[in-house]
């Protein structure tokens, strides 16, 4: 069989790898009109066509989504909702393929479509883990460089209790201020409250385990956490009150999501930019402003190490910088 010949070619203003093959002409796309890029980017694209099996994004991203739900990892839940987004700009391409140029394209795309910036990092940042794992597996023999926009600054939204309150208040459905209750009082992630069962739930000891000991997919920032008077009230009517084994529940089942829910208590009480996630930043500012001390705030939130605790949480304290401020002082105090 005569050796398959390769050669780049302009076409739609990008450089494209040209060859024959099954009787037909094919071109793969550099994603470049810059001639010394598509150069780099060629041979790997070569490499992937001579191997026996050429494996597109698609493939790698199927590939790697199966792998994840057969551990049990609760990233594999939320990587179909950013295939949709992806699958249209990246899913036929080959791996080697993809530029910066690309991933820019990407980006001011979902940006002219309304999406935030988190959005589209967190789906470039998916892309690049599927195509990191594609190489740990074999399946391709290195992982292009996805480039992603640096992190926007984040917001530094919390509530005053008298907000919380608000919020609280506004919330229609009881299952909805069960969550409330829950996030504010354990400083859990949305995703543990929706995932607790009653089995974990100690009244007798007033403690709650936010870790499922059954599971052996990572859970990010899980703790055991001590149950206050507030949330023991509203914790037992909803232990009396319960049809299924999970805490937040409507009508026998687990809840998927308070989102629709908490966003209409949020409008009526007149609050903005507030996520079920700032009930957690809010739990953990509530306890700066109280006085503890960072390393019982970070056992609190499940940090790893007390030291991403304070680089976040450390200003709200009351003491913070008091000491060096007080080394500022000057002229005569009366």
């Not at 809840?255 to 507030?274: E, I, Y």
């Not at 009351?318 to 000491?323: G, H, I, K, S, W």
Request: proline share 6%; aromatic share 8%; hydrophobic share 35%.
């Amino acid at each position: 069989m005569p050796k398959r010949e390769y050669k780049l070619v302009m076409y739609r203003g990008k450089w494209c790898v040209y060859f024959q093959g099954g009787g037909k002409s094919r071109r793969i796309s550099t994603g470049t009109p810059d001639r010394n890029i598509a150069e780099g980017v060629a041979p790997q694209i070569v490499k992937s066509l001579e191997s026996k099996s050429v494996k597109t994004v698609a493939d790698i991203w199927e590939a790697c989504v199966k792998d994840k739900e057969e551990q049990g990892q609760v990233i594999a839940k939320n990587m179909p909702f950013h295939w949709k987004a992806l699958e249209g700009s990246f899913g036929e391409k080959l791996p080697a393929s993809i530029t910066p140029q690309d991933c820019r394209k990407y980006c001011a795309d979902r940006s002219n479509q309304g999406k935030k910036p988190a959005t589209y990092i967190t789906e470039l940042k998916h892309l690049r883990l599927s195509l990191n794992w594609g190489v740990k597996h074999g399946l391709i023999p290195a992982a292009p460089f996805i480039e992603v926009p640096p992190e926007p600054t984040p917001k530094d939204r919390y509530l005053t209790k008298e907000e919380f309150n608000l919020l609280f208040e506004a919330a229609q459905a009881h299952h909805i201020k069960v969550a409330m209750a829950l996030m504010i009082a354990t400083a859990g992630r949305i995703e543990a409250i929706l995932e607790l069962t009653w089995d974990r739930v100690d009244f007798e000891r007033s403690k709650i385990r936010l870790q499922d000991p059954f599971t052996s997919r990572r859970q990010k920032g899980r703790a055991i956490v001590p149950m206050n008077n507030s949330l023991r009230a509203i914790l037992q009517t909803a232990y009396d009150n319960r049809t299924c084994r999970y805490v937040v529940e409507w009508a026998g089942e687990p809840v998927k999501s308070v989102r629709k829910g908490f966003h209409n208590a949020a409008d009526k009480a007149g609050l903005k930019d507030v996520t079920p996630h700032v009930l957690r930043h809010t739990a953990a500012v509530w306890m700066a402003e109280a006085g503890i001390a960072m390393e019982e705030i970070a056992q609190y939130l499940g940090h790893s190490s007390p030291k991403t605790t304070r680089d976040v949480y450390a200003k709200y304290s009351p003491e913070y910088l008091a000491t060096a401020a007080d080394a500022l002082t000057f002229g005569q105090i009366k």
